[in-house]
Antibody
Framework: QVQLVQSGAEVKKPGASVKVSCKAS????????MHWVRQAPGQGLEWMGR????????NYAQKFQGRVTMTRDTSISTAYMELSRLRSDDTAVYYC?????????????WGQGTLVTVSS | SYVLTQPPSVSVAPGKTARITCGGN??????VHWYQQKPGQAPVLVIY???DRPSGIPERFSGSNSGNTATLTISRVEAGDEADYYC?????????????FGGGTKLTVL
């Protein structure tokens, strides 16, 4: 069965960076885009960007350009999202989500989420 | 950038029909996807490409999309349907394509 298992909760200070991992299993990792979506406490869903695990190509939301880096390690079927220069309003649950490479993006499987808390 | 507008809340009695709208400029020309999110859980895809249902999603969930409004319809609402619902599109109209989510609608089962 398809599973996306994310790394554990993080607490970071303002200005620091955080790197969240998402390990995929149950399907061909390179056959699907991996997206990252975040959700601040009590707020809605916000798209951050995506990576094509086959090519390593990325598309980032304009809001996060210059602060986010998405990478992958195909040998262990794992995608990573690194966010730098953290601010308090980056406190959120960060999700990875799978998407077919063809057609319009939509997310049929999600990770369990990783809470990132930014606090001094 | 493209904006999707959802009502913040919808209330419905058990057994009745709930309709959750998602408004956007000429949204009928885009494909709309819907997610259900219960407290403390990751979102779950309930409708994709306007009206298709993933396996395991009850037939009570249906979708439509035309003009400036897409609609998620939940028939014979049950207590377990109480959740937040989000619509989502792919906005490829600019030189910077984006995934766009609506603000979410909290469905309350009375």
């Amino acid at each position: 069965q398809v599973q996306l298992v994310q790394s554990g909760a993080e607490v970071k200070k303002p200005g620091a960076s955080v790197k969240v991992s998402c390990k995929a299993s149950g399907y061909t990792f390179t056959g699907y885009y991996m997206h990252w979506v975040r959700q601040a406490p009590g707020q809605g869903l916000e798209w951050m960007g995506r990576i094509n695990p086959n090519s390593g190509g990325t598309n980032y939301a304009q809001k996060f350009q210059g602060r986010v880096t998405m990478t992958r390690d195909t040998s262990i079927s794992t995608a990573y999202m690194e966010l730098s220069r953290l601010r308090s309003d980056d406190t959120a649950v960060y999700y990875c989500a799978r998407d077919e490479i063809v057609g319009d993006p939509h997310f049929d499987y999600w990770g369990q989420g990783t809470l990132v808390t930014v606090s001094s | 950038s493209y904006v999707l507008t959802q009502p913040p809340s919808v209330s419905v009695a058990p057994g009745k029909t709930a309709r959750i709208t998602c408004g956007g400029n000429n949204i009928g020309s885009k494909s709309v996807h819907w997610y259900q999110q219960k407290p403390g859980q990751a979102p779950v895809l309930v409708i994709y490409y306007d009206s298709d249902r993933p396996s395991g999603i009850p037939e009570r969930f249906s979708g439509s999309n035309s003009g400036n409004t897409a609609t998620l319809t939940i028939s014979r609402v049950e207590a377990g349907d109480e959740a937040d619902y989000y619509c989502q599109v792919w906005d490829s109209s600019s030189d910077h394509p984006d995934v766009v989510f609506g603000g979410g609608t909290k469905l309350t089962v009375l």
